[in-house]
């Protein structure tokens, strides 16, 4: 993929529905559609980004868009001051400052204790990096990974790439359902890296001396052979710098992503989420999804608070339409809230998933449909038309085709419903995993009764590589 495409593909995956973004806003302050800048400027203001602070500073104090009011001019300029404003926000600062009477700086303590650093901290912002803690003996690790050079796309060879993937490591040692929480470059390496991962063997968790299951968060890197790959590697990575120190808010989650992907020369100590995070605060939807998945990851106990701000910053890219976001909350939800399965907002979160075509929010509605706990909900004949949408995305998951044998059995067939689950055990043998959950549900469609539950299940990552 040359730096053109690069940036023409990240230009399309960043793409949501409407929704505030520096970009947006500029545009409109340009076309001196004031009100509608400021409505923008304050929406990105209020989650970090110091050039909309700057600029709702100066719209308050000259009346642009608004009624002029200093005293909340002057509480942008103090909150954009502490997160590296410009020098105009010093002279709004000390024009007004000794003008401030009691009821004035009350009005100001409102606002900088709402948006300024410190709250901003507690509420958004990432926790500095720490060291991950040394892991035991017994803690769940690779024992046979795939090698990656066995899934190269076919049509990819001359592209080198990066997948982040999670997935929980079950009793048998086996990951049955990878996520990918996102690829560079985006579209390329997904199912590749999801292939990889059933294929690997690992060792899992022992609590005194019980297998049980183990999160694991991992990186996969595929590299082409082909010599002119790097060229453009650097061509690209080089673009995205260029356009990130200026300020542009894609810029910084392009060269974000591809210094996670470990693309360019350069050793400059930056850390990927630094760049991520300017562009989730510039109202970049696949930015703040980064972000918030991220932040989701670093969910032991001690890191609960930023669990709490990465559903945070997934809300706020789901509203913007991110389908990647969408899906990362309705599997939270899924995982963590007993009655989930009769969620209107978890269907609603993967209505729009399928409706964008993510592919595991479709398989996961399917699942749902074909044989969710809330029959309220279940719609075996919709899922068995999802499930033929993905095919060539999903038919090298046994699980699939349990989706397929939990509709048909839903719907009656129970003879087509035991060839599918047939083929299911069949590709679940291939891969190693205890298949006695899947003869379980073979029996009753062997006796003419459905199975119903949910299929899938995400395990968070307990630590997270950045």
């Not at 899924?334 to 609603?348: G, Q, R």
């Not at 699980?399 to 060839?419: I, Y």
């Amino acid at each position: 993929m040359n730096s053109r495409g690069f940036f023409c593909a990240f230009m399309l995956m960043c793409a949501g529905a409407a929704h505030a973004d520096l970009i947006a806003a500029q545009k409109a302050y340009a076309a001196e559609e004031y009100p509608r800048a400021l409505e923008l400027f304050r929406e990105i203001a209020e989650i970090g980004n110091v050039t909309a602070q700057e600029n709702v500073a100066a719209m308050y104090v000259d009346g642009q868009g608004v009624a002029r009011d200093n005293i909340l001019g002057y509480a942008w300029a103090v909150i954009a001051r502490e997160n590296g404003g410009n020098a105009a926000m010093q002279n709004i600062i000390d024009q007004i400052a000794p003008h401030l009477n009691d009821a004035a700086q009350a009005r100001v303590a409102l606002i900088t204790g709402e948006f300024g650093a410190a709250a901003l901290q507690e509420r958004l912002l990432p926790n500095p990096p720490r060291g991950l803690t040394k892991q035991s003996a017994d803690y769940c690790r690779f024992t046979r990974p795939s090698n990656p050079d066995d899934f190269h796309p076919s049509n990819a060879r001359n592209i080198s790439g990066t997948a982040l993937v999670e997935g929980m490591v079950l009793p048998d040692g086996r990951v049955h359902h990878a996520f990918v929480r996102y690829s560079v470059p985006a579209g390329v390496f997904e199912n590749a890296a999801r292939a990889n991962t059933l294929s690997s063997g690992f060792a899992p968790r022992r609590v005194d001396g019980v297998a049980v299951p183990c999160a694991l968060l991992f990186k996969i890197k595929f590299v082409s052979k082909d010599s002119h790959a790097q060229v453009t590697s650097d061509s690209a990575y080089a673009k995205a710098r260029s356009l990130a120190e200026a300020g542009d808010p894609i810029g910084q989650a392009a060269y974000g992503l591809m210094k996670f992907a470990g693309a360019g020369t350069d050793a400059n100590g930056e850390l990927p989420r630094d760049w991520l995070l300017k562009s989730a605060q510039a109202g970049v939807p696949y930015a703040q999804y980064v972000v918030g998945i991220d932040l989701m990851g670093q969910n032991q106990p001690r890191f609960e608070s930023e669990t709490a701000k990465g559903l945070k910053w997934l809300r706020m890219a789901a509203t913007a339409g991110q389908s990647d976001a969408a899906f990362a909350l309705a599997n939270y939800t899924l995982n963590h809230e007993s009655d989930a399965t009769s969620n209107p907002m978890v269907f609603a979160w993967l209505e729009g998933a399928a409706k964008d075509g993510h592919r595991d929010g479709t398989l996961f509605l399917a699942a749902l449909l074909a044989a969710g706990p809330d029959a309220a909900h279940r719609d075996p004949k919709r899922a068995l038309e999802l499930m033929d949408k993905i095919a060539p995305l999903v038919d090298f998951e046994p699980t699939s085709f349990e989706v397929r044998a939990t509709a048909h059995a839903n719907l009656g067939d129970f003879k087509t419903a035991q060839r599918e689950q047939q083929r299911a055990m069949k590709d679940a043998r291939k891969l190693g995993w205890d298949v006695a959950p899947l003869e379980a549900r073979m029996a009753r469609f062997e006796t003419g009764q459905p199975w119903n539950g949910f299929l899938f299940l995400e395990w968070p990552a307990l630590e997270s590589p950045h």
